[in-house]
């Protein structure tokens, strides 16, 4: 019975681990790095912390569409990977960093040249904006680089090679806390810079990124054998698959991007205190959900190849399988949350307040973690993987904007309720994606070929 419903051959849930503990370990790299930049700033006041997380702002929505192009492109890649034709792997990998450079070269000359007046569309106050176009300016050097290096990464997962994101971002995270050392504090003979010298020491490492990727390229990769000469050089027929893709991957990203930015807003004009919480609870979150992404990126990778391969029946019991254990993975998670919501609390200095909320806040993500699992692997790893964007598309932003936001809304500006009720109402999506999810995968409509 369970193996008709569920895919239980040996060596399947092997494999499938085997990528999403580098996945896992990239994105807990990532957040380490955020965290070092912000200890090393906050030695220099609240105005350093300050003009680093604004100038770093226009890179988080060039972040967006990096991956909205890269991800795009990984629904194509994995099919046409189980199908064994690197000829068109070689083309979306060409299409994606290509735009992927582009949207950076964009971004690069928009920023050192109007630092200011960008940033003065999120803030108002001058001193801010003046030390956060200092950072943006030299930050917006590492532009091309990152854009380069990260999309190359993550297409690469769609070819299940994930070990070199945790040798590239790894020795990155050292490199990146080496020159910031060295450049915001004067160290070791280097100028004393501050804020600028976090920014030198981010594109120092992002350099450094890429040209190990180059390297990798060249001499170690062997099934793609895609290199830099190829990038602008390669005719494809495949663009019009790839923008068909794209488009709604990055719109969705984008879309819920901005619907975070509201919900943001929406608590910020409820009080100083719930602000506080949300952002304790926002920091433990991003912690535990790594493992999450992890398992939705190799789930998305895993159900492409099977579908190349052109074994339907079997992409839809490892689905089954696989968003089951998404599930018992949120279980896990959400005990852990429960366990240590007391003595994380201990570590920041808020008020009594804010600690209160921030612990109904932690439960409430405790006992939602399974359906935020679910979700998680069902929009980004089964129906990415199944090549199904249009209904990724609705199920993420549309219940976002019709649901949770308004819920978010009316309960705290119209009705008054309590923060945690607030809380709470802005997840309700995750129960109408649970629903529509299943119904969704139960009827296969899901599973689509998008390789030529």
Partial sequence: MLQRHFYMRKGFLRGVLAITLPIALQNVISLGV??????MLGQLGDLAITAANLGGQPFSILNIFGFGFASGAIVLISQYWGRGDTESI???FSLSLRSAVCAAAVFTAVCSLFPEAILSLFSSDAAVIEAGAQYLRVLSASFIFF?????????LRGVEQVKI????????FFVNVFFNYCFIFGNL?????????????????RVYECAVCIFYMYR??????????????????????YVRNCLPVTGNELLWGIGLSVESAIIGRIGSQFVAASSIATVVMNIITVFIFGMAGATAVTIGRTIGQDRREDAARMANTLLALSVALGVALGAVILLIRTPVLTLFAVSDGARDIAYQLLTILGFLAPLQ????????GVLRGGGDVTTNFILDCGTMWVIAIPLGALSGFVWGLDPALVFLLMRADYVVKFVLGLLRVHSGKWIRVVTR
């Fill in 34 to 39: 955020n965290l070092m930049d912000t200890v």
């Fill in 90 to 92: 070689c083309q979306l």
């Fill in 147 to 155: 854009s380069f290096s990260n999309c190359y990464i993550m297409c």
């Fill in 165 to 172: 994101s945790l040798f590239v971002y790894g020795t990155s």
């Fill in 189 to 205: 003979g280097m100028p004393e810079l501050g804020v600028r010298g976090a920014a030198i020491g981010t594109v120092i490492a």
């Fill in 220 to 241: 170690i990769e062997k099934k793609v054998r895609f290199t830099p000469r190829r990038l602008f050089g390669l005719r494809t027929h495949l663009a019009g698959d």
């Fill in 373 to 380: 699992a679910f979700s998680c692997n069902l929009l980004v």
